[in-house]
């Protein structure tokens, strides 16, 4: 219980964090941080209550641009979980053309995979150095090559006499001596990076020694990869490369770090992450949604996914390379835009799986406006970063971002609603001009003002047959 009250996602700070990023829809920021706090709350308890414990997945409602993506993907990134977002539009029912549902557990593993490999080459960097240094020495100061010694046992074998046959002088102490201060020598000037210019030749794994292998259909299902069959059965192959110290010690220090990875140990670290903490993203569910509940005629497949979908959101066993992933506790998070049906046109077994619903609302000038100005790395902070690498410093009035989110709203209105992604249309036809001259020009500094905003898109956003392909 100690380690739960130190813990700072509370559901003020998650909402805090994500009013960073996403613009008002509070709503649905309530709900996904009382979802990231239960599973906080679920590993504080005892593990037969805990087992007993299932997510409650969300789905949220709202047309496009409005932030559902955003919410899910800044979640996951809080609390540094495996996360995967799919369209289910790419997915058929089984039988059909297309992707099995199962692979989404098997990229969520993947994701959790190279999460924990990255933690873990992170802790080994410093004795991974220590090895690469000791390689690139052999490199840079090789030894004197012995001679081939004929053993013992064959001598006996040897039609020579053993005076015959010449010993190999062994090295004096005075130049194993020598040999020692040179290579400590040659070990601070690597480390004072005095030898980061100089060419050296070294040995490193081929990586493409191993062709890839096309398996037979059913393998993937398996989870398994023949690529990597045949290469861990095959000796791995290296080849000398000629290059600078400073690459060589890159390209020695990962390879290095790679060495000492358990990989048995990230494996199965890795599971335990992708079945307690991953969160899966289901995007477009609403297209695999029939209208009034019926499937007849091309819309036959969409049902099955729904059906296919079932299982592993309700609790399955998927097998994976890495070994079975149980889904019972993976976090999923639906979003649609459900213009032309409604949640309740999914099938019943799946609406149940989704207790949460959250609809989230379609932006105003003012929202748009703020999404303009406010989230850290906004649009206005992308552009004024992109034109400053020019020597030119752009910036907007308050007139002008009000006129760009009022002018986007208005088309918003009118034709498609796309939310948020109207503004990077408008800013793109806005800034098209000095995006295209900045190079050439001497101004010190650019002013975009309202008056300059009107001038250049209100006549695009008045003309109906321009805008349909502009804006």
């Known amino acids: 219980m100690e380690k739960l009250i130190k813990s700072d996602l509370t559901p003020s700070k998650i909402i805090e964090h994500l009013n960073r990023y996403i613009v008002g829809q509070d709503k649905a920021k309530r709900a996904v941080a009382i979802a990231l706090r239960n599973r906080i709350r679920r590993r504080a308890l005892p593990p037969e209550i805990a087992h007993e414990i299932m997510p409650k997945n969300i789905l949220m409602v709202g047309p496009t641009g409005v932030g559902k993506t955003e919410i899910a993907r800044r979640l996951a990134t809080l609390s540094n979980a495996p996360f995967v977002k799919v369209e289910a539009t790419k997915f058929t029912e089984v039988g059909y053309v297309g992707r099995d549902v199962e692979t989404i557990i098997r990229d969520l593993m993947e994701f959790a995979v190279s999460m924990v490999r990255k933690r873990m080459i992170a802790e080994v960097q410093d004795p ?37 046959i010449p010993e190999e002088p062994e090295e004096s102490p005075e130049e194993v001596e020598k040999y020692k201060r040179t290579r400590s ?9 005095k030898l980061d210019e100089k060419d050296v030749e070294i040995e490193v794994n081929d990586s493409g020694s191993t062709p890839p292998i096309f398996s037979a259909p059913g393998m993937d299902v398996m989870g398994i990869n023949i690529t990597e069959v045949i290469g861990g059965i095959m000796p791995k192959k290296t080849k000398k490369r000629h290059m600078k110290v400073k690459e060589a010690m890159r390209i020695l220090q990962q390879e290095e770090a790679e060495k000492l990875i358990d990989a048995e140990a990230m494996a199965k670290e890795a599971l335990d992450l992708a079945q307690e903490d991953g969160i899966v993203f289901l995007d477009e569910i609403d297209k695999v949604v029939v209208k009034g509940g ?9 049902e099955g996914v729904q059906r296919d979908l079932l299982p592993i959101v309700e609790g399955s066993v998927v097998q994976t390379r890495y070994g079975p992933v149980k889904t019972d506790h993976i976090l999923f998070i639906a979003a649609g835009a459900f213009s032309g049906v409604k949640p309740s046109d999914l099938i019943p077994e799946l609406q149940g799986r989704f207790p949460i619903r959250v609809e989230l609302e379609p932006l105003s000038w003012e929202h748009l406006q703020q999404i303009l100005t406010e989230p850290e790395n906004s649009l206005i902070r992308q552009y004024e970063a992109l034109i400053s690498t020019e020597g030119t410093e752009l910036s907007f009035t308050k007139d002008a971002t009000e006129a760009i989110a009022k002018l986007a709203h208005k088309m918003n209105s009118e034709m498609e609603d796309i939310g948020a992604r109207r503004l990077h249309t ?27 905003v009107k001038e250049k898109l209100s006549s695009l956003v008045e003309n109906r047959d321009i805008r349909r392909y502009l804006l």
């Open 426 to 452: 408008m800013m793109e036809q806005l800034l098209e001009e000095i995006s295209f001259s900045v190079s050439d020009m001497d101004k010190e500094k650019i002013e975009i003002n309202g008056k300059m």
């Open 294 to 302: 019926s499937s007849h005629g091309p819309d036959v497949s969409r």
């Open 185 to 193: 020598k040659f070990l601070k000037m690597l480390r004072d990076k």
């Open 128 to 164: 991974a150095r220590e090895h690469a240094e000791e390689r690139l020495l052999d490199a840079l100061l090789p030894k004197r090559e012995k001679k081939f010694s004929m053993p013992d046992f064959m001598k006996v074998f040897s039609e020579k006499d053993d005076k015959d």
